[in-house]
């Protein structure tokens, strides 16, 4: 049972299938995070440091070099939510190969994020072709996935870039298949044109190189900073890999 009332009341709106289950985390699975996030804090006279992995004591003034407090993490993780439409581009084959399984596997996606964003996330999910149930939680994802499976013994998949996440879906549902995704485009240094259309990046040379530059090392300071996968779990590179893995794991 979620201890999140807002998530109990999303998913108690959803249909009730007895199809496998497919649930999906948004950022870093779906939608890239990683690679825009830096830029959109250098825009917004930040800086994102890789001395570890986590967000919080990572983020820099870029004019005092100081490091910014947890609540102005928060602060900034926020209202990049407020903009996502702008900065989150879908990441590569996700659409096509959801698509695919979405024919004999309910799909849902799981975001953590505040409820607030739920319906802005939602519009930016429609445009891009996502039409997938979306339920947000402030709380542990593994509750809400036991919640999603309902009482029918039916297959569990979970695809997910955080490990905290898995492992909470592990201690939740015993027999979940456990994916660790985390989307890396194939051209990685650079963005959509509508992207660097919309910030003018492309009048404006210096600020070009920039955004290059941080989305490169975001995609391989990230990487190199994640532990070995926990046990139970497996990971997936890539969009192509996973759907044929996932489609096996729920015996689509
Ligand atoms: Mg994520």
Redesign the pocket.
């Known amino acids: 049972m979620s201890d999140d009332l807002e998530t109990m009341r999303q998913i108690a709106e959803l249909a009730e299938s007895d199809l496998p289950l497919l649930v999906l985390?948004?950022?870093?699975?779906i939608l890239e995070?990683i690679r825009p996030f830096p830029v959109y804090l250098r825009e917004r006279g930040f800086e994102l440091k890789f001395d570890s992995f986590s967000l919080n004591g990572n983020i820099a003034d870029l004019a005092s070099g100081a490091r910014i407090g947890k609540d102005h993490v928060s602060q900034l993780v926020d209202d990049f939510f407020d903009v996502q439409h702008d900065w989150q581009e879908l990441a590569e084959n996700a659409a096509e190969i959801i698509a695919g399984l979405a024919g004999s596997a309910e799909v849902v996606l799981l975001t953590a994020m505040p409820h607030r964003h739920r319906a802005r996330r939602r519009a930016l999910l429609d445009n891009l072709d996502l039409p997938y149930p979306l339920v947000t939680t402030e709380r542990a994802k593994g509750p809400a996935i036991k919640l999603l499976r309902g009482t029918h013994p039916r297959p569990v998949a979970f695809v997910?870039?955080?490990y905290h996440n898995l492992i909470s879906a592990r201690d939740a549902v015993a027999d979940a298949h456990l994916f660790h995704l985390l989307h890396r485009p194939e051209n990685r240094n650079r963005f959509s044109e509508s992207t660097m259309h919309r910030f003018r990046v492309l009048e404006r040379p210096c600020v070009a190189s920039k955004w290059t530059h941080g989305a490169l090392m975001a995609d391989n300071s990230v990487r190199a900073l994640l532990p070995p996968v926990p046990e139970g779990i497996t990971r997936v590179e890539h969009w192509r890999e996973a759907g044929p893995t996932i489609a096996r794991a729920l015996g689509v």
Not at 25 to 29: E, I, K, S
């Open positions: 985390d948004v950022d870093d699975v995070f997910d870039d955080m």
